[in-house]
Nanobody, 117 residues
């Protein structure tokens, strides 16, 4: 099993910044898909940014140029630097981890990000 622990959410004014962190522990492997999703009230969960197995990064169009995903050398911790936050970024942000080959789809508990106008 894999456990994901997230931190870094909070309340910020429009134009502000936050940094989210997520650490995976347990049966982890360095080759994985790992990243961030978000879910706003009344909406479906959507991809924000994620590393793929081959090391590429995918960003949602709505966050390109404002958000940056990064990870540590073990590839089992990911970070999301969010700049220029807007009220439409308000959501619960979830960390996701999918190890290559051994299977599994793991989610963190979610961290609330609220952007006031």
């Amino acid at each position: 099993q894999v456990r994901l622990v997230e931190s870094g959410g909070g309340v910020v004014q429009a134009g502000g910044s936050l940094r989210l962190s997520c650490a995976a522990s347990g049966r982890t492997v360095s080759v994985n898909n790992m990243g961030w999703y978000r879910q706003a009230p009344g909406k479906e969960r959507e991809l924000v940014a994620s590393f793929t197995v081959d090391g590429n990064v995918n960003y949602a169009d709505s966050v390109k140029g404002r958000f940056t995903i990064s990870r540590d050398k073990t590839r089992t911790s990911v970070y999301l630097q969010m700049n220029g936050l807007q009220p439409e970024d308000t959501a619960v942000y979830y960390c996701n981890y999918r190890p290559w080959r051994i299977g599994g789809d793991y989610w963190g508990q979610g961290t609330q990000v609220t952007v006031s106008s």
